[in-house]
């Protein structure tokens, strides 16, 4: 059995990317900038989860998504999804098609209800509300749902060149995804060995589109929740370690952060005369270390300078704690973490002294204050240097 397993709907859609129009898809004014011409159709992969919008075979636009709340009369009916399979979760890609939210609408209407039919006679049901389970497409400014995520990943800003306009986001490094057409919602399902026979869908208020189901049959959560762990990587062949720094790690099914040398040596060894200013930097590719978020499921690859290096899942590393390819070392740098307040005070008049710190884990992991970027700079040729209270010292 797959890990997840997209449901076809395309027999029960009742309407086509015309409910979208080219209107939704402009940029700038009330909406945020969204790129493509039509909503994803098709085979598709959200988070590194598949989903199946429309028919399997070459959609044509013309009849791919299950509509409600709209002027047609069968766009008002309950509509029944045949499962007939058991399953773990059950993700939904979504979205409301017409809000007041930016004019100051009510927040949480309930669009619709989903129930869920089970083999034994029982039934769940689950409402869903707009801003909450169900996303609003076009994204109005700040109006993110809390229950569910955009079709699209969060994105790493282009690390070595950009637009001066784009300067206040670099800041940031990371971009806040914006949908493409949907939203993804994963239910839990609390009865995962019972035959689930069938999900119907109620309309209740509004105009909104269900465009894919997918079953999930694995142990875990689908929508990531847990935080990221820095990851060292170390490379085994004396000539990728030697090659100038250019390590790129992705993640399908979760978040990687850039990429960042580490010390060859610990800090208080590699260069005694700079103690308390950092290490001498490292130029080469080995050690360097990310921080990855991720499902237990997810693969992990890392490249170099566009090549391949190793690929592996996550739930392999975050087991042992260790792995080891071909290539490439991978190691947990931490498993815990605290919170601490620190005064620096004169040894003999006990006054506070202004001054700067920076605080390491072993393997020099840099941990920055809290909403502090943890690499400064990092000696790397980034276009757009940190600005503000934080400084790097060679």
Request: charged fraction near 20%; proline fraction near 10%; charge should be negative.
């Amino acid at each position: 059995m797959p890990e997840y397993e997209p449901l076809p709907l395309g027999a029960l859609c009742n309407a086509g990317v015309e409910l979208y129009g080219p209107d939704r898809f402009r940029s700038g004014g009330t909406y945020l900038q969204v790129r493509p011409e039509l909503p994803p159709l098709g085979e598709q992969s959200f988070h590194g989860l598949p989903f199946l919008i429309g028919p399997a075979a070459q959609p044509d636009g013309e009849r791919c998504f299950l509509a409600f709340g709209c002027d047609n009369e069968s766009y008002r009916a309950t509509v029944r999804i045949p499962v007939g399979k058991s399953a773990r979760h059950v993700l939904f890609a979504h979205a409301v098609l017409e809000t007041e939210l930016w004019r100051g609408g009510e927040l949480g209407i309930e669009v619709a209800l989903y129930r869920f039919c089970f083999a034994d006679g029982s039934v769940v049901e689950v409402p869903i509300r707009e801003r909450f389970e169900i996303g609003t497409f076009p994204l109005p400014w700040g109006q993110y749902p809390f229950l569910c995520l955009p079709d699209q990943k969060d994105a790493l800003e282009d690390r070595y060149q950009g637009r001066w306009s784009h300067s206040g986001f670099r800041q940031t490094e990371v971009t806040g995804a914006v949908p493409h057409g949907y939203f993804i919602w994963s239910w839990h399902n609390p009865c995962p060995t019972e035959t689930l026979t069938a999900i119907e869908v109620v309309p209740r208020a509004g105009k909104f589109v269900l465009a894919a189901v997918t079953l999930g049959h694995i142990d875990e959560t689908p929508v990531l929740r847990d935080t990221a762990r820095p990851v060292q990587v170390t490379l085994r062949d004396a000539e990728d370690a030697a090659r100038p720094f250019d390590l790129t790690v992705d993640v399908d099914r979760g978040t990687a952060s850039y990429a960042y040398p580490l010390p060859t040596e610990p800090l208080d060894v590699a260069a005694p005369e700079m103690r308390g200013f950092g290490a001498p930097p490292n130029r080469s590719s080995s050690p360097a270390y990310t921080t990855i978020a991720a499902l237990p499921s997810a693969t992990v690859s890392v490249t170099q300078s566009g090549e391949s290096l190793a690929e592996f899942r996550w739930a392999d590393l975050a087991g042992a704690g260790s792995l080891e390819t071909p290539r490439v070392r991978f190691d947990l740098l931490e498993h815990a973490k605290n919170w601490v307040r620190v005064s620096v005070l004169d040894a003999d008049t006990g006054e506070a002294l202004p001054c700067r710190i920076a605080f390491h884990s072993p393997a020099g992991v840099p941990y920055p204050p809290h909403g502090h970027h943890a690499p400064i700079f990092s000696n790397q040729p980034t276009w757009n240097i940190d600005i503000g209270g934080d400084v790097s010292l060679g």
